[in-house]
Protein backbone atom coordinates (compact mmCIF):
# COMPACT_ATOMS: atom_id res chain seq x y z
CA UNK A 1 0.00 0.00 0.00
CA UNK A 2 2.63 2.31 0.15
CA UNK A 3 2.82 3.12 -3.32
CA UNK A 4 -0.52 5.50 -2.61
CA UNK A 5 2.54 7.74 -0.83
CA UNK A 6 4.93 8.06 -3.27
CA UNK A 7 3.26 10.31 -6.09
CA UNK A 8 3.13 13.34 -5.54
CA UNK A 9 0.34 15.98 -5.95
CA UNK A 10 -1.11 17.04 -7.73
CA UNK A 11 -2.46 13.92 -9.30
CA UNK A 12 -4.17 12.78 -13.03
CA UNK A 13 -5.99 9.79 -13.38
CA UNK A 14 -7.55 8.61 -16.06
CA UNK A 15 -10.59 5.97 -16.12
CA UNK A 16 -8.80 3.58 -18.77
CA UNK A 17 -11.12 2.40 -21.58
CA UNK A 18 -11.38 -1.17 -22.86
CA UNK A 19 -10.27 -2.73 -26.13
CA UNK A 20 -12.45 -5.36 -27.85
CA UNK A 21 -11.45 -7.17 -31.03
CA UNK A 22 -14.03 -8.01 -34.18
CA UNK A 23 -14.31 -10.89 -32.01
CA UNK A 24 -16.12 -8.91 -29.05
CA UNK A 25 -13.31 -10.34 -26.95
CA UNK A 26 -10.74 -8.17 -24.88
CA UNK A 27 -7.71 -6.90 -26.87
CA UNK A 28 -5.04 -7.75 -24.43
CA UNK A 29 -2.08 -6.36 -26.70
CA UNK A 30 -4.25 -3.17 -27.03
CA UNK A 31 -4.27 -2.81 -23.73
CA UNK A 32 -0.50 -3.22 -23.31
CA UNK A 33 0.11 -1.07 -25.90
CA UNK A 34 -2.34 1.77 -24.57
CA UNK A 35 -0.25 1.25 -21.15
CA UNK A 36 2.88 1.36 -22.62
CA UNK A 37 2.03 4.98 -24.84
CA UNK A 38 0.44 6.49 -21.59
CA UNK A 39 3.75 5.46 -19.31
CA UNK A 40 5.35 8.18 -21.35
CA UNK A 41 3.05 11.37 -20.10
CA UNK A 42 2.01 13.20 -17.53
CA UNK A 43 -0.71 10.46 -16.30
CA UNK A 44 -0.60 9.57 -12.64
CA UNK A 45 -2.95 6.27 -12.42
CA UNK A 46 -5.23 4.36 -14.50
CA UNK A 47 -8.82 3.11 -13.02
CA UNK A 48 -9.77 0.01 -14.37
CA UNK A 49 -13.48 -1.02 -13.94
CA UNK A 50 -15.06 1.86 -14.60
CA UNK A 51 -18.02 3.80 -16.48
CA UNK A 52 -15.40 4.43 -19.58
CA UNK A 53 -14.08 0.77 -19.28
CA UNK A 54 -17.45 -0.51 -19.87
CA UNK A 55 -17.35 -2.23 -16.62
CA UNK A 56 -21.37 -3.11 -16.86
CA UNK A 57 -19.96 -5.32 -20.03
CA UNK A 58 -17.51 -6.62 -18.00
CA UNK A 59 -17.05 -9.96 -16.11
CA UNK A 60 -15.26 -10.76 -12.60
CA UNK A 61 -12.40 -12.64 -14.61
CA UNK A 62 -12.16 -10.62 -17.29
CA UNK A 63 -11.70 -7.32 -14.89
CA UNK A 64 -8.88 -9.02 -12.86
CA UNK A 65 -7.43 -10.22 -15.86
CA UNK A 66 -7.21 -6.46 -17.07
CA UNK A 67 -5.40 -5.61 -13.47
CA UNK A 68 -3.52 -8.22 -13.50
CA UNK A 69 -2.17 -7.27 -17.39
CA UNK A 70 -1.81 -3.45 -16.78
CA UNK A 71 0.08 -4.27 -13.35
CA UNK A 72 2.31 -6.25 -15.57
CA UNK A 73 3.49 -3.67 -18.01
CA UNK A 74 3.08 -0.65 -15.67
CA UNK A 75 6.23 -1.83 -13.45
CA UNK A 76 5.57 0.48 -10.54
CA UNK A 77 5.40 3.17 -12.72
CA UNK A 78 2.13 4.79 -11.90
CA UNK A 79 -1.11 4.19 -9.49
CA UNK A 80 -3.56 1.21 -10.33
CA UNK A 81 -6.91 1.99 -9.30
CA UNK A 82 -9.79 -0.65 -9.41
CA UNK A 83 -13.26 0.08 -9.49
CA UNK A 84 -15.71 -1.40 -7.55
CA UNK A 85 -19.90 -0.59 -7.40
CA UNK A 86 -21.78 -2.62 -5.48
CA UNK A 87 -24.53 -2.09 -2.92
CA UNK A 88 -23.45 -4.83 -0.77
CA UNK A 89 -21.04 -4.76 1.47
CA UNK A 90 -19.66 -8.62 1.88
CA UNK A 91 -19.78 -8.19 -2.25
CA UNK A 92 -17.79 -5.28 -2.06
CA UNK A 93 -15.14 -6.63 0.78
CA UNK A 94 -15.02 -9.70 -1.35
CA UNK A 95 -14.17 -7.84 -4.91
CA UNK A 96 -11.99 -5.06 -2.93
CA UNK A 97 -9.88 -8.40 -1.54
CA UNK A 98 -9.28 -9.87 -4.79
CA UNK A 99 -8.78 -6.65 -7.22
CA UNK A 100 -5.81 -5.40 -4.50
CA UNK A 101 -4.22 -8.95 -4.61
CA UNK A 102 -4.58 -8.30 -8.91
CA UNK A 103 -2.42 -5.71 -8.31
CA UNK A 104 -4.57 -2.64 -7.29
CA UNK A 105 -3.32 -0.16 -5.58
CA UNK A 106 -6.58 1.40 -4.82
CA UNK A 107 -10.22 0.27 -4.56
CA UNK A 108 -12.44 3.22 -5.67
CA UNK A 109 -15.92 3.02 -4.03
CA UNK A 110 -18.89 4.47 -5.77
CA UNK A 111 -21.63 5.87 -2.90
CA UNK A 112 -24.67 3.61 -2.96
CA UNK A 113 -27.70 4.58 -4.43
CA UNK A 114 -29.47 4.12 -1.97
CA UNK A 115 -29.37 6.94 0.10
CA UNK A 116 -30.45 4.90 3.76
CA UNK A 117 -27.74 2.57 3.53
CA UNK A 118 -24.51 5.12 3.17
CA UNK A 119 -23.49 5.47 6.85
CA UNK A 120 -23.83 1.50 7.67
CA UNK A 121 -22.22 0.72 4.75
CA UNK A 122 -19.31 2.75 4.58
CA UNK A 123 -18.89 1.77 8.58
CA UNK A 124 -18.21 -1.44 8.02
CA UNK A 125 -16.60 -1.54 4.47
CA UNK A 126 -14.41 0.87 5.74
CA UNK A 127 -13.20 -0.88 9.36
CA UNK A 128 -13.10 -4.11 7.51
CA UNK A 129 -11.26 -3.59 4.24
CA UNK A 130 -7.64 -4.18 4.21
CA UNK A 131 -6.89 -1.92 1.32
CA UNK A 132 -6.58 2.09 0.70
CA UNK A 133 -9.90 3.21 -0.57
CA UNK A 134 -11.17 6.85 -2.80
CA UNK A 135 -14.57 7.31 -3.19
CA UNK A 136 -16.49 8.63 -6.09
CA UNK A 137 -19.75 10.62 -5.34
CA UNK A 138 -21.40 9.36 -9.21
CA UNK A 139 -24.88 8.96 -9.22
CA UNK A 140 -25.70 8.68 -12.12
CA UNK A 141 -22.76 6.69 -14.29
CA UNK A 142 -22.60 6.61 -18.28
CA UNK A 143 -24.86 9.83 -18.08
CA UNK A 144 -21.82 12.45 -19.15
CA UNK A 145 -24.01 14.81 -20.55
CA UNK A 146 -26.14 15.47 -18.02
CA UNK A 147 -25.79 19.07 -15.76
CA UNK A 148 -27.38 17.98 -12.77
CA UNK A 149 -27.37 14.43 -10.91
CA UNK A 150 -29.12 13.80 -7.68
CA UNK A 151 -26.45 13.75 -4.51
CA UNK A 152 -25.42 10.61 -2.40
CA UNK A 153 -25.28 11.72 0.98
CA UNK A 154 -25.25 15.14 2.94
CA UNK A 155 -22.30 16.78 2.70
CA UNK A 156 -21.59 15.96 6.73
CA UNK A 157 -21.79 12.71 5.81
CA UNK A 158 -19.65 12.39 2.93
CA UNK A 159 -16.79 14.19 5.19
CA UNK A 160 -17.09 12.23 7.85
CA UNK A 161 -16.70 9.25 5.41
CA UNK A 162 -14.08 10.34 3.68
CA UNK A 163 -11.65 11.28 7.17
CA UNK A 164 -11.39 7.41 8.11
CA UNK A 165 -7.52 6.10 8.59
CA UNK A 166 -8.57 3.85 4.86
CA UNK A 167 -9.56 6.14 2.80
CA UNK A 168 -6.94 8.08 0.43
CA UNK A 169 -9.45 11.22 -0.94
CA UNK A 170 -12.63 11.77 -2.54
CA UNK A 171 -14.00 12.65 -6.46
CA UNK A 172 -16.51 15.19 -6.27
CA UNK A 173 -19.68 15.10 -8.62
CA UNK A 174 -19.94 17.70 -11.10
CA UNK A 175 -22.15 19.91 -9.08
CA UNK A 176 -19.50 22.21 -7.72
CA UNK A 177 -22.09 24.05 -5.40
CA UNK A 178 -22.75 20.82 -3.54
CA UNK A 179 -19.00 20.23 -3.67
CA UNK A 180 -17.63 23.27 -2.37
CA UNK A 181 -19.97 22.56 0.66
CA UNK A 182 -18.67 18.99 0.78
CA UNK A 183 -14.65 20.11 0.69
CA UNK A 184 -15.48 21.73 4.63
CA UNK A 185 -15.72 18.59 5.76
CA UNK A 186 -12.65 16.85 5.00
CA UNK A 187 -9.47 17.22 6.21
CA UNK A 188 -6.80 18.83 4.76
CA UNK A 189 -4.34 15.58 4.39
CA UNK A 190 -7.16 13.82 2.09
CA UNK A 191 -7.00 14.04 -1.81
CA UNK A 192 -10.04 16.09 -3.12
CA UNK A 193 -10.00 15.23 -6.91
CA UNK A 194 -12.41 16.73 -9.25
CA UNK A 195 -14.43 14.09 -11.91
CA UNK A 196 -14.18 15.58 -15.63
CA UNK A 197 -11.08 18.00 -16.88
CA UNK A 198 -13.85 20.65 -17.34
CA UNK A 199 -14.07 20.48 -13.80
CA UNK A 200 -10.27 21.17 -12.67
CA UNK A 201 -9.67 24.84 -13.29
CA UNK A 202 -12.62 25.94 -11.53
CA UNK A 203 -11.92 23.08 -8.68
CA UNK A 204 -8.63 24.34 -7.79
CA UNK A 205 -11.13 27.36 -6.30
CA UNK A 206 -12.78 25.15 -3.87
CA UNK A 207 -9.46 23.14 -2.93
CA UNK A 208 -9.15 20.61 -5.63
CA UNK A 209 -5.57 18.79 -5.96
CA UNK A 210 -6.37 15.82 -8.38
CA UNK A 211 -8.80 14.60 -11.13
CA UNK A 212 -10.05 11.52 -12.33
CA UNK A 213 -11.14 11.80 -15.69
CA UNK A 214 -12.29 10.89 -19.21
CA UNK A 215 -10.19 13.47 -21.15
CA UNK A 216 -6.85 12.31 -19.15
CA UNK A 217 -6.56 8.87 -21.61
CA UNK A 218 -6.52 11.86 -24.36
CA UNK A 219 -4.89 15.06 -23.37
CA UNK A 220 -2.98 13.84 -19.88
CA UNK A 221 -0.19 16.37 -20.64
CA UNK A 222 -3.01 19.06 -21.25
CA UNK A 223 -4.95 18.33 -18.05
CA UNK A 224 -1.66 18.11 -15.78
CA UNK A 225 -0.52 21.50 -17.11
CA UNK A 226 -3.97 23.09 -15.96
CA UNK A 227 -3.99 21.94 -12.39
CA UNK A 228 -0.26 22.44 -12.42
CA UNK A 229 -0.63 25.89 -13.83
CA UNK A 230 -3.70 26.76 -11.47
CA UNK A 231 -2.08 25.68 -8.30
CA UNK A 232 0.47 27.98 -9.17
CA UNK A 233 -2.05 31.09 -9.65
CA UNK A 234 -1.09 31.30 -13.09
CA UNK A 235 -5.15 31.22 -13.98
CA UNK A 236 -4.65 32.87 -17.23
CA UNK A 237 -2.50 30.08 -18.94
CA UNK A 238 -4.48 27.68 -17.16
CA UNK A 239 -7.74 29.21 -18.44
CA UNK A 240 -6.03 29.35 -22.02
CA UNK A 241 -5.57 25.49 -21.94
CA UNK A 242 -8.81 25.11 -20.63
CA UNK A 243 -10.96 26.74 -23.00
CA UNK A 244 -9.05 25.31 -25.88
CA UNK A 245 -10.20 21.71 -24.83
CA UNK A 246 -13.82 22.32 -24.00
CA UNK A 247 -15.26 20.99 -27.59
CA UNK A 248 -13.12 18.23 -27.44
CA UNK A 249 -14.17 16.86 -24.01
CA UNK A 250 -17.47 17.33 -24.66
CA UNK A 251 -17.94 15.80 -27.90
CA UNK A 252 -15.59 13.15 -26.81
CA UNK A 253 -17.17 12.36 -22.96
CA UNK A 254 -21.03 12.55 -24.56
CA UNK A 255 -20.36 9.66 -26.88
CA UNK A 256 -19.05 7.67 -23.86
CA UNK A 257 -16.79 4.57 -24.27
CA UNK A 258 -17.15 4.90 -28.03
CA UNK A 259 -16.98 8.71 -28.77
CA UNK A 260 -13.46 7.75 -26.25
CA UNK A 261 -12.05 4.75 -28.39
CA UNK A 262 -12.68 6.99 -31.28
CA UNK A 263 -10.45 9.61 -30.37
CA UNK A 264 -7.93 7.21 -28.88
CA UNK A 265 -7.62 5.86 -32.56
CA UNK A 266 -7.09 8.74 -34.13
CA UNK A 267 -3.98 9.88 -31.84
CA UNK A 268 -2.32 6.78 -31.80
CA UNK A 269 -3.23 4.59 -29.29
CA UNK A 270 -5.63 1.76 -29.47
CA UNK A 271 -9.26 2.14 -28.51
CA UNK A 272 -10.81 -0.59 -29.99
CA UNK A 273 -14.75 -1.55 -30.53
CA UNK A 274 -17.39 -0.80 -28.14
CA UNK A 275 -18.90 -4.31 -27.03
CA UNK A 276 -22.04 -5.94 -28.41
CA UNK A 277 -24.51 -4.30 -28.23
CA UNK A 278 -23.45 -0.82 -27.85
CA UNK A 279 -23.10 0.64 -31.06
CA UNK A 280 -20.50 2.44 -33.04
CA UNK A 281 -20.14 6.13 -33.59
CA UNK A 282 -22.55 8.10 -36.51
CA UNK A 283 -20.27 9.96 -38.99
CA UNK A 284 -21.42 13.30 -37.77
CA UNK A 285 -20.46 12.50 -34.02
CA UNK A 286 -16.93 11.59 -35.48
CA UNK A 287 -16.49 14.79 -36.99
CA UNK A 288 -16.96 16.76 -33.82
CA UNK A 289 -14.40 14.72 -32.28
CA UNK A 290 -12.38 15.66 -34.70
CA UNK A 291 -13.06 18.59 -34.88
CA UNK A 292 -12.45 18.75 -31.18
CA UNK A 293 -9.12 17.81 -31.18
CA UNK A 294 -8.31 19.70 -33.63
CA UNK A 295 -9.13 22.84 -31.68
CA UNK A 296 -7.63 21.56 -28.75
CA UNK A 297 -4.33 21.39 -31.18
CA UNK A 298 -4.27 17.35 -30.21
CA UNK A 299 -3.97 16.06 -33.60
Known amino acids: MTRTNQINDPMIVA???T?????DEIDYA?????VTK???TKLSGYVLGSENGEEGFLNLEE???IIEKVKEVNEDKKLIIAGVDSPSIKETLKLSDMMSK???DLIRIRIPRNRKSVPKYFKKVLDDIQSRVIIIH????GNFDASMTKVGADPEIIGDITNHDRVFGYIASAQMRFEAKVKEYINEKKRFWVGNSMLIYPGVFIGANGACMMFGNIAPNICMDIIRLCMKNDYNSAKKLHDKCVYADWNILSNGAAGLKYAMDIIGYKGGLPRAPMPDLEPSEKSKIVQGLKLAKII
Open 38 to 40: WSK
Open 63 to 65: KIK
Open 30 to 34: AIEYN
Open 15 to 17: PSP
Open 19 to 23: PFNKK
Open 138 to 141: QMDP
Open 102 to 104: AGA
